[in-house]
């Protein structure tokens, strides 16, 4: 079974829209971490967010947030008044104590901003 | 100069060669990972290490063998290539599980082609 689940494979906005890319995880451990990567066309992936399974309050960095629920199994990631320049493939990546922090990663999702 | 680095960054083999793709890190991390990314199915891992003596098969072991030659070396070898492994490979590297689990660092990737 898919531990972290990015149901949306490609979605396309309009420069300025706001935008939602989600992310589902499924685990049994109590200790864990969450990652959001960003992967732009030139194909480097770069670390945005790394929260573990106890903080549950929300961050916002600049025009990006993330929302983490627990309730839901759920790790979103917002980007507000969206840019060309967020134009990439962005993962979502689970990591457990249980399996030794062996990363898991999702599918990604295919962000295109449309000038 | 790249903390993380990966050589060749392309190759182009023909089926039934040894190929042997190698990894260096600066950072000083104990932990070391090799991931293949294919189109849809997002970064999937074949071999990771926690430290020099500790190699562990991850998910998609099978058709590669791995070596950590010191620290800051981990090679990943294709002892006979085969067209479905023809990827982008990521190598990583983390710190050892502390106070928390850091984030992995990438290298650029080598785009593997298998003819």
């Known amino acids: 079974a898919q531990k972290v689940t990015q149901a949306q494979t490609e979605i396309s906005v309009v420069e300025k829209e706001d935008v939602t890319l989600d992310c589902v995880y499924e685990t049994r451990d109590t200790t864990y971490y969450l990652f959001w990567y960003k992967q732009p066309p030139s194909g480097e992936l770069v670390f945005l967010i790394r929260?573990?399974?106890?903080?549950?309050q929300n961050e916002i960095s600049g025009r990006y947030s993330w929302n983490f629920q627990k309730s839901t199994s759920s790790f979103n990631f917002t980007i507000t008044a969206s840019q060309v320049v967020d134009s990439a493939v962005y993962f979502c990546a689970l990591s457990e104590v249980y399996t030794g922090n062996q990363f898991y990663f999702g599918t990604g999702t295919s962000l295109t901003v449309i000038p | 100069d790249a903390d993380v680095t990966q050589t060749p960054r392309n190759r182009i083999t023909k089926t039934g060669k040894r190929i042997m793709l190698e990894c260096s890190q600066t950072k000083g991390h104990d932990r070391m990972y090799w991931y293949r990314q294919d189109p849809g199915l997002g970064l999937r891992l074949i071999y990771y290490s926690f430290d020099v003596k500790d190699i562990n098969k991850g998910e998609i072991s099978d058709g590669y063998s791995v070596s950590r030659q010191a620290q800051a070396k981990f090679s990943l070898s294709l002892e006979s290539a085969i067209p479905n492994q023809t990827a982008l490979y990521f190598c990583a590297t983390s710190d050892t599980y502390g106070t928390g689990l850091d984030e992995q660092f990438f290298g650029p990737g080598t785009r593997l082609t298998v003819l």
């Open positions: 929260r573990n399974s106890f903080d549950e």
